[in-house]
């Protein structure tokens, strides 16, 4: 940021207006009595700027500095940044809170164009703009008289304490505090790095060989134990597949149970079917006996009947005849109704060998099922314990394995530290 040209009227001492041009100006000094105003120019722009002034703690205290008998106060500063130019200008009255901010670009050829107003836009663009806050362009463009004086009376360390505060350096002290420990770090590591360099200074050609073989040898251990702990998951992966197919022999186990309990119920069906079949034969065979005797009574009857219509008698033979003749349509009509029990007594065996037949067919389809289940479930049975031996055996191979390579690395581990001429470091 250079300064262009700053205007100041109504401010402490600059009552009427005043135009500073510092265009053609690159080394200066401003001289002058004590109150003619030198530190009003400084503060001038830093108000432009910032809306601030090093001697007042708010931008609302401001107004203090009024020219006496003016009624406001304007300051006008015309600043260029990477080629462009800017104005900002403020203005503050004696009998209001309100003040008038504005920052405008000028063109190369005078004309201006608004870009921000109002106090906190303008302040933020300006900060923007310079590249620095209002504390960081006190400390680094202005210095303040009391800081001044300090810094040419005090002591060295509080001139040192001033310039650090100033110039914002603390964090450069920071950082020299952050390299020293680091430094410090850095030279613990290498002193332990030597150290270690010269514990290691017997180590021998032959030494790093037979460590190199004994990497491998470890390297080959891990190897062979990473195989058996692949083959122990893979045994664990059978075991889980085992266990799997138990659960499911289960299943199928209530389920043939179920399939035996059916079975039951079919053979107890099928023994009433036989109850009802052997019924049914005894009752056609005494059904055809009588039959058989009421076929010989009827004959008999027509036999007697036919005698009796040859022969023409008296009235009491004729009587005698018709009475033959209503026994002989007795025993017919019992005959008759005998043929109906023995049709019926048939078709009873037909239905009764007709279920009969069916309960057999369901018991052999059900003893089928079962007996295919259960050979099934023999052989899974038997593939499950095949494979949980398996699993088992693996198991006890890899904690084995295991065992002699933590034996192993334990004893590598405690060989680098056992030298000749010193005690065991296990047992002394």
């Known amino acids: 940021m250079r300064p262009l040209r700053l205007t100041i009227e109504g401010l402490t001492a600059f009552r009427e207006r005043q135009d500073i041009d510092f265009a053609d100006l690159d080394v200066f000094a401003i001289t002058g009595p004590t109150g003619a105003g030198k530190t009003s120019i ?79 836009a303008v302040t933020a663009r300006v900060t923007e703009l310079v590249g620095m806050d209002y504390d960081a362009f006190q400390r680094a463009v202005l210095l303040p008289q009391g800081q001044f004086d300090l810094f040419l009376t005090g002591d060295p360390g509080e001139r040192r304490r001033v310039l ?54 470890a390297v080959s251990r891990r190897d062979a134990l990473g195989a058996s702990v ?80 040859a022969r023409v008698g008296t009235a009491e033979e004729h009587a005698q005849a018709a009475s033959a003749i209503e026994t002989c349509d007795a025993s017919r009509a019992r005959v008759a109704a005998r043929a109906g029990e023995l049709e019926r007594a048939r078709t009873a065996e037909a239905v009764a060998t007709a279920a009969l037949s069916s309960a057999a067919g369901a018991l052999g389809r059900a003893l089928g099922v079962v007996g295919e289940a259960i050979r099934i479930a023999h052989v899974g049975g038997e593939h499950a314990s095949a494979a949980l031996s398996t699993a088992r055996a693996g198991r006890a ?30 047992c002394d």
């Open 230 to 309: 692949r083959s122990a998951r893979a045994s664990a992966t059978r075991r889980e597949r085992a266990a799997a197919l138990a659960r499911q022999l289960g299943v199928d186990a209530s389920a043939w149970r179920e399939l035996s309990e059916r079975a039951a119920r079919l053979g107890d069906d099928a023994r009433e079917a036989d109850d009802l079949m052997r019924s049914a034969r005894q009752a056609e065979s005494s059904t055809r006996t009588r039959l058989a005797d009421a076929e010989a009574a009827l004959a008999e009857r027509e036999r007697a009947r036919a005698d009796t219509s």
């Open 42 to 120: 400084f503060d001038a722009m830093s108000l432009a700027l910032f809306g601030r002034i090093p001697r007042v703690g708010t931008s609302t205290q401001v107004r203090r500095f009024i020219s006496h008998g003016s009624s406001e106060a304007v300051v006008s500063l015309d600043f260029s940044v990477g080629g462009a130019r800017y104005r900002v200008r403020r203005r503050y009255r004696s009998a209001s809170s309100v003040s008038d901010v504005t920052l405008e670009l000028i063109d190369p050829d005078g004309e201006s164009s608004d870009l921000e107003n109002g106090q906190r």
């Open 164 to 217: 650090i505060r100033l110039l914002d350096l603390e964090r450069y002290v920071e950082a020299g505090r952050r390299a020293r420990e680091e430094a410090r770090a850095s030279t613990a590591a290498i002193e332990a790095r030597g150290a270690r360099l010269v514990a290691l200074e017997h180590a021998t050609e032959a030494t790093r060989a037979r460590c190199r073989l004994e990497r491998d040898a």
């Open 397 to 426: 191979d890899a904690e084995r394995a295991y065992e002699r390579l933590v034996r192993r690395h334990l004893a590598a581990g405690i060989r680098p530290e056992v030298h000749v001429g010193e005690d065991c470091p296990v």
